[in-house]
């Protein structure tokens, strides 16, 4: 174990060490008391060929059966804190209506097992998981769905406030946007940049609804939401590329962090949808509910770089409009590669995030709620002794962590690091492909979990508050 004074890099105090996961990557159980379908449980249904290997989203991790487990083995590798995610099919098969009172006691048993851990649930509302029922509809297309969803947020804020301190209204919002209605990764693969804006409108409204419900029960915690804040650098010092990365930035930052912090959207976005004639269709009131109800806390998922540049090419004016019209994405030569996931590593990315908080955001309290790398193959670096000998993820961390503390050190309101992930999960149409976690899982040994050494490391990063 690392001795006090070789500590090279030390974090506040009461920093939170953990990790984090959603419900539909980790429970499986998906049809198993009374649990309704969300989107990708139908999904896996109708196209199981868009799942690699085909695995489907039934069985999952098994944190369902296994979180007793689970939660212990987190305390053991140093969590004082962790992100879950209530699954909204589980609470409320149909999406709207009927509670399910398995859900609430098995939500209520994990919830008190993690506090008698000492580890403080961070609970997320919303993570890519719409009820099928209510996407029959329209999901959130819809704006009854906005509707369910503040009655569901509610609902949670009552079963759960008395213990859960820190909530978060939605989990990458921009990324049901790209993946439903602009590039066909995520149901109801829609194609179709109108509908996206609407989407995209009604979950940032549905967020500042879910917060101002929260306030006005006077729960004495703090609500917030969590962003995929993808820095966007230019190729170039070139005015064109600065405005592509200017307008790549409002599209898939901005667009969120805008309004969830300042309660209003980047005009640059709102020039170019009203050019467009793509405007959303906002009511009467909703704009002031947006600006009245910005968050607490926000939470900062970190994976990798957009590079942009100028457009190359005049984009074909007949195809569908999406927002690549005004840049293209730039191959930097010489990137570093995460080669599983195909996304760039670059660390100092995290540092420039916290530094636009610290400057551009008023320095509002936030924390890093993902940062990992998804590595296919785990099992070719189990040692003899049985542990996944995961030095890339130990490296990967520590050289993010290093950027963090160089913004702390400069003043950012930074609290905590989480990984992607505790355990292995299901990542979504990847399935099981890369794995994430501080913790292995086997499949084929009924999900058998065993600390990778990055467990064993963060445990004495997380004891002596540094490495
Ligand atoms: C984030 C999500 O996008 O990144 C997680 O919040 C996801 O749900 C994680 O699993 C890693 O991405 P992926 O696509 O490799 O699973």
Redo the contacts with the bound molecule.
Sequence with gaps: MTSANEIKYSFPEGFWWGS?A?AT?TEGAADVDGKGKNIWDYWYEIEPNRFFDGVGPANTSQFYYKYKEDIKLMKEIGHNSFRMSISWSRLIPKGTGEVNPKAIEFYNNVINEFINNGIEPFVGLF??DMPMELQKIGGWESREVVAAYEAFAKTCFELFGDRVKKWFTH??PI?PVEGGYLYDFHYPNVVDFKKAVQVGYHTMLSSAKAIKAYRELKQDGKIGIVL?LTPSYPRSQNPADIKASVIADAFFNRSFLDPSVKGEFPQELLQILKEEGLMPVIEDGDLDIIKNNTVDILGV?Y?QPRRVKAKENLPNPEAPFLPERFFDNYVMPGRKMNPH?GWEIYEKGIYDILINLKENYGNIECFIS?N?M?VEGEEKFRDENGIIQDDYRIEFIREHLKWVSKAIEEGSNVKGYHL??FMD?W??T?AYK?R?GFVSVNLNKDGERTIKKSGHWFKTVSDNNGF
Excluded: I, M
């Design positions: 984090a959603s990557q993570h890519f989990n990458e990324v995929n998922n994976y996931r993902e990992g998804g992607w992930t999960n990542s979504w990847n890369n994430y």
